[in-house]
């Protein structure tokens, strides 16, 4: 089978979904019939079950395993079609005892901490509880003595913008990536492990090295991808800061996100 000529890296969160969880009828349509000259791959925050559960409410790949790539969690975790793991990373001893004393000593805000399958909810407000069922989330209530040793990624759930980022202050000198993925969304990966470096070692498995490769997100956490892409975009609903450092900014509700970003990978490679 011909390779793919061309590469686009899709984000969920803000990007392919809107703030209701709702995917565009036109992208719900394009990613059920994907132009096979066109390598599509999730690039997004969520865990695994966590993207699967909002493509199904949306009627997309419904009952049935993932058949493109993917990298979750940040880059924690990357998938090959048909959900078979290629691999995970964990944070160190050291850094996850950093991220359980900071929720030891900020008990109003929430603290997520991901395995592959499951979030430890540590702290739950009804706020957060509420992102966790709308991010269809597979979470347990948690004690921080009770978090397991392999931690994939860490989450702070708090919609008091003030208070969030005064958690952000107290974590300049974590070993560790740090960025918003939602305005109540501060995500902890562990240190050098991002979207694109995840991306670089899917491609290679993949023998996709070398294709043009195209990005779309709407998040700090989809910055550094941006840098890698022949062409960046983001939703007209991006934060402007994001908007400002991508080349095309694309207006979902008339078209949809993915129409407008293939015809101009069309125009481009194809």
């Not at 078209?255 to 101009?264: F, H, M, R, T, V």
Request: charged share 25%.
């Amino acid at each position: 089978m011909k390779k793919p000529e061309a590469i686009l890296c899709l984000d969920i969160d803000g990007t392919l979904i809107d703030e209701r969880e709702q995917i565009h009828s036109e992208d719900i349509k394009l990613v059920n019939n994907f132009p096979k000259t066109i390598q599509l791959i999730l690039t997004t925050g969520r865990p695994l079950g966590s993207a699967k559960g909002v493509l199904y409410a949306n009627k997309i790949y419904q009952d049935m395993a993932l058949p493109i790539p993917g990298v979750f969690m940040n880059g924690t975790a990357a998938y090959l079609p048909g959900e078979e793991m290629l691999f995970e990373h964990h944070f160190s001893e050291i850094v996850l005892q950093d991220l359980i004393e900071l929720a030891d000593q900020n008990q109003d805000s929430t603290f997520a901490f991901f395995t592959l399958t499951q979030v430890h909810l540590v702290h739950p407000t009804q706020f957060s509880l509420q992102i966790s069922k709308k991010h269809y989330l597979s979470y347990r209530i948690s004690q921080t003595t009770e978090i397991p040793p392999k931690i994939n990624k860490m989450m702070v759930i708090e919609n008091n913008r003030e208070k969030l980022q005064q958690i952000k202050n107290l974590t300049r000198y974590f070993n560790a990536e740090i960025a918003y993925s939602l305005p109540y969304l501060l995500e902890f990966s562990p240190k050098g492990i991002n979207k694109p470096s995840a991306l670089k070692a899917l491609l290679s498995e993949l023998k996709l090295d070398g294709k043009p490769m195209y990005a779309v997100g709407d998040g700090q956490n989809d910055l550094a991808l941006f840098e890698l892409a022949e062409i960046s975009f983001a939703p007209s609903t991006a934060h402007e800061k994001i908007k400002h450092n991508v080349d095309q900014v694309i207006k979902r509700e008339e078209k949809g996100i993915l129409k407008p970003i293939l015809e101009i990978i069309n125009q481009n490679n194809l």
